[in-house]
T-cell receptor, first 111, second 114 residues
Framework: TQLLEQSPQFLSIQEGENLTVYCNSS?????LQWYRQEPGEGPVLLVT?????EVKKLKRLTFQFGDARKDSSLHITAAQPGDTGLYLC???????????FGTGTSLTVIP | DTGVSQNPRHKITKRGQNVTFRCDPI?????LYWYRQTLGQGPEFLTY??????LEKSRLLSDRFSAERPKGSFSTLEIQRTEQGDSAMYLC????WGGGEKLFFGSGTQLSVL
């Protein structure tokens, strides 16, 4: 059973387009992280959000944590081929000590 | 900081054989996690250690799986009597708990059970 569901599962877009990836749960998280993973490698942390409603920007990437701390979104502006990869959200539950990963969104940006 | 190191990168084995993977975390990190990941899916939690103590183990983890972190440094994950369903990428991550939780992952060990 996945605590975190991501949508869409697959996304293929043209270079320059914008996109949004969603991470949803019925559980409350004390913090939520976004990772990007390339084939044959481990996930690499992009950002951590902690406060409900928090928005963080990392160049062309904008991350938002839902007000109730149950969901999050990742928005990419003007996607580039280098953005291609598997995007993963991961949440830490308040009473636990480990991160639960989402189902993943595989993004392909076509030049 | 040399990052998290996992060995081997790839392992091919026959069904029924035992396999062992090693993870060397970032040296000052006190937490070490093992995850399993199948193609196109998110990592699935297996177990984690704080120093040498194994604090949590997934209920989904078969008794054929065992992990150790004998001196609070490197860790090993052993799978006994491998099955084809064990084929996956096994990822290790480390973190410094209390320092703003950030997981640093290794490149993983890709297991193929024939």
């Amino acid at each position: 059973t996945q605590l975190l569901e991501q949508s869409p599962q697959f996304l293929s877009i043209q270079e320059g387009e914008n996109l949004t990836v969603y991470c949803n749960s019925s559980s409350v998280f004390s913090s939520l992280q976004w990772y990007r993973q390339e084939p044959g490698e481990g996930p690499v942390l992009l950002v951590t959000v902690v406060t409900g409603g928090e928005v963080k920007k990392l160049k062309r990437l904008t991350f938002q944590f839902g007000d109730a701390r149950k969901d999050s979104s990742l928005h990419i502006t003007a996607a580039q081929p280098g953005d291609t990869g598997l995007y993963l959200c991961a949440g830490a539950i308040p009473t636990g000590n480990q991160f639960y990963f989402g189902t993943g969104t595989s993004l392909t940006v076509i030049p | 900081d040399t990052g998290v190191s996992q060995n081997p990168r790839h392992k091919i084995t026959k069904r029924g054989q035992n396999v062992t993977f090693r993870c060397d975390p970032i040296s000052e990190h006190n937490r070490l996690y093992w995850y399993r990941q199948t193609l196109g899916q998110g990592p699935e939690f297996l177990t984690y250690f704080q120093n040498e103590a194994q604090l949590e183990k997934s209920r989904l983890l078969s008794d054929r799986f065992s992990a150790e972190r004998p001196k609070g440094s490197f860790s090993t994950l052993e799978i006994q009597r491998t099955e084809q369903g064990d084929s996956a990428m096994y990822l290790c991550a480390s973190s410094h708990w209390g320092g703003g939780e950030k997981l640093f992952f290794g490149s993983g060990t890709q297991l193929s059970v024939l």
